[in-house]
C-alpha cells in the first residue's frame, strides 16, 4: 500500500478518487445482496459492480465487498444501510471499530504495497495471479491461487511478483481485543503509509 491521487474533502483530504477497474487482465466482479421477500422466501435483494478506488499513482485497487457491525443487524435492512452509509462517508480504514470489513484488492505487476499491521485477524485469499507474503523476520511466503493466509495481526506486506500480470486478493478483516507481546500493546501501523488509506479508528482501547 504508498501514494495516489487524492480529494481534498473535509476530514478526508487522503480519500482516493473513485475509478473503474485498474486491471485489464482480470475479470470483472460483481456483488449479490440477497434478503427476503413479503412471504420470507430468500431473493437477491441488489446486484452490485464493483466500485473501484486507485491508490499509488494506479497500481492498486480497492473494491469494498461490505462492512459491518458485531453483531450486524439485518432487520429493516439496517446492515444494508450501515454499509452504504460507512462508504459514501469515506472514512473508511483498513479495518474497522467493533466489526467486519470485506475488500478485493487488485495488485499491478511487481508492486509492493507498505509493510504494515492492523489490530485486526485477517483472512486474505488469492484469487487470482500469486501474491508473496512479505513478514518482518525477513520470510517471503509464495502464495498462489487459492492459498489463504490467516493474518493474526502481523508486521507484513504484499507483493505480485508477476511481471505482465495482475494479481487479485479477496480480504475479510474483523476486529479484535488489544494484543500484547512480550508484556507490550501493539496496535496499528502503517509503517511508511499509503497516501489514501486512512486509520481504522479501532486503537484506542
Known sequence: MSSSSSTSNEGT???????AQLSTDLPSTTTYLTGHNNEGKAIVRSVRPAS??????????????????????????????????????????????????????????????????????????????????????????????????VQRATMHAWRNPSTTNWARMVFVLQDMKPLVINGEKVGEDYGKGTEGVLPSGNDDE
Not at 13 to 19: D, G, L, M, T
Not at 87 to 108: E, H, N, P, S, Y
Not at 111 to 139: A, N, P, Q
Request: glycine residues 12%; aromatic residues 10%.
Open 52 to 149: 473501484w478506488k486507485a491508490f499509488e499513482g494506479g497500481v492498486m485497487g480497492f473494491n469494498q465487498i461490505y462492512t459491518n457491525t458485531f453483531w450486524p443487524d439485518l432487520n429493516d435492512d439496517a446492515d444494508v444501510k450501515y454499509h452504504d452509509e460507512v462508504i459514501a462517508g469515506g472514512k473508511l480504514g483498513l479495518a474497522t471499530k467493533g466489526g467486519t470489513v470485506c475488500r478485493m484488492v487488485d495488485f499491478a505487476p511487481q508492486y509492493e504495497c507498505m509493510m504494515h499491521r492492523t489490530k485486526s485477524l485477517d483472512y486474505g485469499i488469492v484469487v487470482e495471479g500469486e501474491v508473496d507474503m512479505l513478514l518482518d523476520d525477513g520470510t517471503t511466503t509464495r502464495m498462489k491461487r487459492g492459498d489463504i493466509a
Open 13 to 19: 483530504k487522503h480519500q482516493a478518487e473513485p475509478s
